[in-house]
């Protein structure tokens, strides 16, 4: 049965932690993205946290229903990340690009993080009110709705996608990820033509990109396909 979170003004500590600080809601969730980010999925657990904030692991159940419900907020922290002081231009393809590369970078910066909750659905506030942007840019451009959920839909996942498997890239262990990265110029690039001619013809251009994000490209593309519909 899930556990009873008590009302914030019932469970704020009358007194500082070990650490001199008073628990909070954000103050938990913070110390949950440094955590994850330090020391991976693995690392986050109730009593390593409690440890960290300076007071006992049961404390933690007083703000959340669960490590579950942990992880949901750590995901809407993320979109509040990625809509930190976004302001619309009045274009909506400008718009939708940067809030794409925004929702795309927040996950970035917290890679652990990204692969637990990048496919989560919250329905918490911040989450709520990118969803609610997004549609509201798709429709001021002049989206029937129908149009602007399948748009909307394909944005999103793609965004979420991409964030997913980069971040899982960033996630590996160093040298992980960098013999990775080598495949491209110790292998692809030095294929025969006689065996691989389309590899060969290209395996200049695939070393100087395939180690980068496929996302601006993609977006631009969805972007362009949007376009395309609305004015024709």
Not at 110 to 116: D, K, R
Not at 129 to 149: H, K, N, S
Not at 155 to 180: G, H, K, W
Request: zero cysteines.
């Amino acid at each position: 049965m899930p556990k009873r979170v008590v009302p914030e003004t019932d469970r704020r500590r009358r007194r500082p932690t070990k650490q001199g600080q008073v628990l909070t809601h954000q103050l938990i969730v913070e110390t949950a993205l440094r955590m994850l980010r330090e020391h991976g999925a693995d690392g986050l657990t109730a009593r390593r946290l409690g440890l960290a904030l300076g007071a006992d692991a049961s404390t933690v159940y007083r703000y959340f229903r669960g490590m579950d419900d942990l992880i949901l907020a750590i995901a809407d922290e993320l979109f509040a990340h990625a809509m930190a002081g976004w302001r619309s231009t009045g274009d909506w393809r400008s718009d939708l690009r940067e809030l794409g590369l925004r929702i795309h970078h927040a996950y970035l910066a917290h890679p652990q993080a990204a692969v637990l909750t990048a496919s989560r659905v919250t329905g918490r506030p911040n989450e709520v009110a990118a969803d609610e942007t997004i549609l509201g840019v798709l429709r001021g451009a002049g989206f029937p709705d129908a149009d602007a959920v399948r748009i909307y839909h394909a944005f999103i996942d793609q965004s979420l996608a991409f964030s997913i498997l980069d971040a899982a890239t960033l996630a590996l262990p160093v040298a992980a990820r960098e013999a990775d990265e080598e495949v491209w110029q110790d292998t692809y690039a030095r294929l025969p033509a006689a065996t691989h001619p389309n590899i060969a013809a290209t395996a200049a251009l695939l070393v100087a990109r395939m180690n980068d994000s496929a996302y601006p490209t993609a977006l631009d593309m969805l972007l362009s396909s949007a376009s395309a519909q609305l004015r024709g």
